[in-house]
């Protein structure tokens, strides 16, 4: 950890007031535009909205391709609003039809397949779109969210093909689409705002068999202007976009200046978007400040002391006018416990206490100053603020209580120790739990704060060190006891928090294999019903049972830290959406004397 500081900041110090060819406007782009310089963490795949899963990749196609709805820039919590379709859609009073009508004059962008004809969106390019998610030859990570939803699918899991009639999949006419599903779904308007339902044509997918993905043609605001692979992406503003600003501020004053200045303004707001692949992250910190980028998310927990001191944004970075903000991640870390390994899993009282008191050993107070460096807040939930479902007033009835841990395992038959001192079972044998974690430094880091917390409770404790996707993969078979993981929203709703702990999903989501009766019959009630009263009560009474058998040790939700320099206008982090390119503008002028070290 130290060396990797040392090095930061010693390349940080002639950083820090930096002018000169690094941050001047690229040679690439024409004097005077207005471009936007980002970066990814992770190198991009094909750019199939169909195909993709990875969020480099879905951070590109959110700006190319348009799903019917999108998510209202300003609205807190997360609320969605038409994007291709002229309204939101008209629903049967039985929550099964969907109505939706398409904007005319929706356009995609130009390309060799449409014979030099000017391409208009219609409502068959929607049936067409959602139908390719079913394709069994693409293999969509997204086919989940619609396959044995819609009226008729059926057919198309049994027989595919882009021409086979699905009866709740119709374009009525030209701009009139429809939607019909087999039994209500409180969650399905945000399946039809994700990137992989951005409406693609027909005769672009036909004319490259196999290669959509390296001929992204869609309607967004942007287009591709340069593409190489793994290094650099370019966006150009495209010159059809039909997208037009329009959101619903609260009382924020900010968000309503911001919606006042834009509002009826067509969008994208900058010419371009100049994207690097920085997978390194010192490279990302080093990257934005020296102006290489217009702003960071989430700064990395091993660079913040190169940038915050005692909490706050350095002086010195805030003499330059960057801006220090945190920001409630729709995400939520938690420490799982495998319910059908033969140490820690079971539903007996032994193991039941056994789990309560590895929860109440988790300092998470040490856990958020030391190694969040107070980028977090407790978990007392699996919900993270700004999910529907949510309750703010929720406490979780498991403290930090190593006092009450070690009672708890006194009283339920863990007394004998060994000649280390640790603990043995209740029928006297070696007690060893094994913790799988990432081999990184942070990875490091958590194996000590959780050896140190188990061991304060007599609790011996190994850690076996491997690849993220290799513990994944060992997760779904069942062989890990114990990891650490993180669930990022797909959607801001509870519902996509609380089916981790469900029992059908167990080798799936559900990595503890937690499979209460009582949970599930709750988790199937709350399912039905639309956010409020009676399925808040569901989740109060969900919370209580993952308190009572502990499948789970809630951790923390990430604030996250972002950076952003004071050229960058209407910026606001969106929970949901990826990127909020099309939103931003760029002040060319006071980059410029930023350039020249002038404020």
Not at 60 to 77: G, H, Q, T
Request: charged share 25%.
């Amino acid at each position: 950890m130290l060396p990797i500081r040392h090095t930061a900041a010693a390349l940080l110090f002639p950083l820090l007031f930096a002018t000169g060819a690094a941050a001047a406007q690229p040679a690439s782009a024409p004097a005077g535009q207005k471009v936007l310089r980002m970066f990814l963490s992770t190198s991009e795949t094909g750019l199939d909205p169909a195909a993709a899963s990875d969020n480099a990749t879905l951070s590109l196609l959110e700006n190319l391709f348009d799903p019917l709805l999108r998510y209202d820039y300003l609205a807190r919590p997360a609320t969605l609003r038409p994007n291709s379709a002229a309204a939101m859609p008209e629903v049967s009073a039985d929550g099964l039809s969907y109505t939706f009508r398409i904007r005319p004059g929706i356009h995609f962008t130009p390309d060799p397949a449409f014979k030099g004809v000017k391409r208009e969106v219609t409502a068959q390019d929607y049936v067409y779109s959602i139908k390719r998610l079913y394709d069994p030859a693409i293999k969509s990570p997204w086919a989940h969210m619609f396959e044995g939803k819609i009226v008729g699918d059926a057919a198309l899991r049994k027989r595919f093909g882009h021409d086979v009639p699905v009866e709740g999949l119709q374009a009525l006419d030209r701009y009139t689409l429809r939607i019909k599903l087999a039994a209500p779904d409180n969650n399905f308007l945000f399946y039809l705002a994700t990137p992989a339902t951005g409406v693609v044509a027909r005769e672009v997918i036909e004319a490259y068999p196999g290669q959509a993905g390296n001929h992204p043609v869609g309607t967004g605001p942007f287009m591709i202007g340069e593409w190489k692979r793994s290094d650099r992406i370019v966006l150009l503003a495209n010159p059809e976009s039909s997208a037009v600003f329009h959101a619903s501020p609260g009382d924020n004053p900010e968000d309503r200046a911001l919606a006042a200045a834009l509002e009826g303004k067509r969008l994208p707001r900058v010419d371009r978007v100049e994207v690097k692949i920085a997978e390194e992250f010192q490279g990302r910190m080093l990257g934005f400040l020296n102006a290489e980028y217009d702003y960071l998310e989430q700064i990395p927990e091993s660079m913040t002391d190169m940038v915050v001191r005692d909490g706050r944004l350095k002086d010195e970075l805030a003499a330059r006018g960057i801006v220090l903000s945190r920001f409630p991640v729709l995400q939520t870390y938690y420490m799982w416990m495998n319910m059908n390994d033969p140490v820690v899993g079971g539903y007996g009282k032994d193991k039941v206490a056994l789990r309560r008191a590895i929860s109440l050993a988790y300092n998470n107070a040490e856990d958020i100053a030391l190694l969040k460096k107070g980028f977090a807040i407790k978990a007392e939930s699996p919900l993270p603020p700004n999910v529907r479902g949510y309750d703010p007033a929720y406490r979780s009835p498991v403290p930090y209580d190593p006092a009450l841990a070690n009672a708890l395992l006194d009283r339920h038959g863990y007394t004998r120790r060994d000649a280390d001192g640790f603990r043995r079972t209740p029928d006297n044998r070696p007690l060893t739990l094994t913790m799988h974690s990432e081999a990184t430094v942070s990875g490091r880091l958590r194996d000590e704060l959780w050896r140190k917390c188990l061991n304060a409770i007599g609790l011996r404790v190994v850690f076996k060190s491997d690849k993220k996707t290799e513990i994944i993969k060992a997760s779904r078979l069942g062989t890990v006891q114990m990891f650490e993981s993180n669930w990022i929203a797909d959607f801001p709703d509870g519902d996509n928090f609380y089916q981790l702990l469900y029992g059908p999903n167990a080798g799936r989501a559900n990595y503890s294999r937690f499979n209460l009766p009582a949970y599930n019959e709750r988790y199937e009630q709350a399912r039905r019903l639309g956010d409020g009263p009676a399925r808040q009560q569901l989740y109060f009474e969900m919370n209580q049972l993952i308190h009572a058998y502990n499948p789970w040790v809630p951790l923390t939700h990430v604030l996250s830290g972002d950076l952003r320099h004071p050229w960058l206008k209407n910026y606001k982090r969106h929970p949901v959406e990826f990127t909020t390119w099309r939103y931003l503008d760029i002040d060319v002028a006071e980059r410029a004397r930023s350039a020249r070290g002038e404020r």
